[in-house]
Each structure stands twice: as structure tokens, then as C-alpha cells.
């Protein structure tokens, strides 16, 4: 079928079932939280995505869930060209708070890669925006799929969550997974002077729930 979207086409082929390879209790933030993370069997793009389960277990309650797209800039080194590390930071405090899941998939850049992400941040010194720096090295807007992401929720036995997130093409993959969203909760906005014209690409670009003003 021509035209049909990259997340609905995968998500009719066939392929092997995901299954949950181990879970590992790990002290994190400082030592005063044991976050549990999960690896996994058969992801069908090959790579080492995984989950931290972190808070309370409440009967009844949807658990927070986060899919957080690896930045190593941002992330480990706390680069001020974009909100990714402080968004991280987020996730991890709130859902430690109120119990759920972080979903870390390793798709640096929207799917581009580290070194690729680089030469995109050297354009955007020359005044690109974040999306006309992967135009111009010949790589769609996101390349980024999130059916990994709900074959391990599923695989976790997690198919209602709520969702925090700004960015309503992760919704609206996980539904097209058979993920139920209960509730899209947005994250708090990160702006600085370094990552103004970053934000609002997001918003005119990518259509992400954003309120810069």
C-alpha cells in the first residue's frame, strides 16, 4: 500500500514475539531511589532500547510513562541546545514520585545518529533551524518509531498509561501499537537563550505542545 505510515506498516508485519531478557534493581538518583531496569528479547530494529521502572506500585493507578529519545549532548553532558537532559531530569524525578515507567530508546538526533546530529548542530550555527538541518543532509524531519517503545510496554504487561510528553506523534504511535494514552501530561518547558529558536521549531514544525510565550 503506497503512502502508508512507517509506524502502521510495522506494526502489521509479522515478527518474533518481545519478551522481557532481564530486570536489574539499580540504585539511581543519588542513591535515594531503586529504579528496576529492563532489557529485552527480539526488538525488532536490533538495538538496545530499555526500560526503568521507578515509584510506587498503586492498584488502579495508570502508571506515568515517559519515551525519552537518547541525546547524548543533552543528556549526559547537559547541552543548553535543547531540553532533552532537562526533560530527563523531569521524567525521572516525577515518575519516581508517582510511579511508572521510562522508556530510554537509543535514537540520537530523531533517529540520525550522534555524528550526523553534530553536522545538524554546525548547520544550525550557520542559521538553520533543527528540521532544515536534517533536510539539508537528506534526512526526513523524525525519524524516529516508537513500536519498540509498546512492544515493551506490552511485553511489561503496561497497555493504559498516561503519557508525559508534548509531542502528539508518540501518542499517536502507541495507540496505532495498542497502547491505551488515559492521559497526555505535558512536561515543564525548558527555554534559554540557547534553545529558543530549537522550541519553537518544535511547535511550528512538529506541532508539540509548547506555550514559549
Known sequence: MLNQPRYISE????????????DVPIPI???YSRGVFYTFHNLPDGKEHFVVQLGPEVPGRVPLVRLHSE??????????RCDCGAQLRE?????????GYLV????????????AKMDAYHLQTQGMDTFEANRHLNFEDDLRSYSCAADMLAALDVRR??????????????TAHGISIVEQVSTG???TAHNERYLEAKV???NHNLKLR
Open 11 to 22: 506494526a502489521l508485519d509479522s515478527k518474533p514475539v518481545v519478551t522481557v531478557r532481564r
Open 29 to 31: 538518583l543519588d542513591g
Open 71 to 80: 541525546c547524548m549532548t543533552g543528556d549526559v553532558f547537559g547541552s543548553q
Open 91 to 99: 521524567a525521572l524525578f516525577r515518575i519516581n514520585s508517582e510511579g
Open 104 to 115: 530510554y530508546l537509543r535514537q540520537e538526533g530523531r533517529g540520525i545518529g550522534l555524528y
Open 161 to 174: 498509561i498516561r503519557l508525559l510528553s508534548n509531542n502528539p506523534d508518540k501518542a499517536e504511535q502507541l
Open 189 to 191: 518547558i525548558y527555554l
Open 204 to 206: 511550528t514544525r512538529a
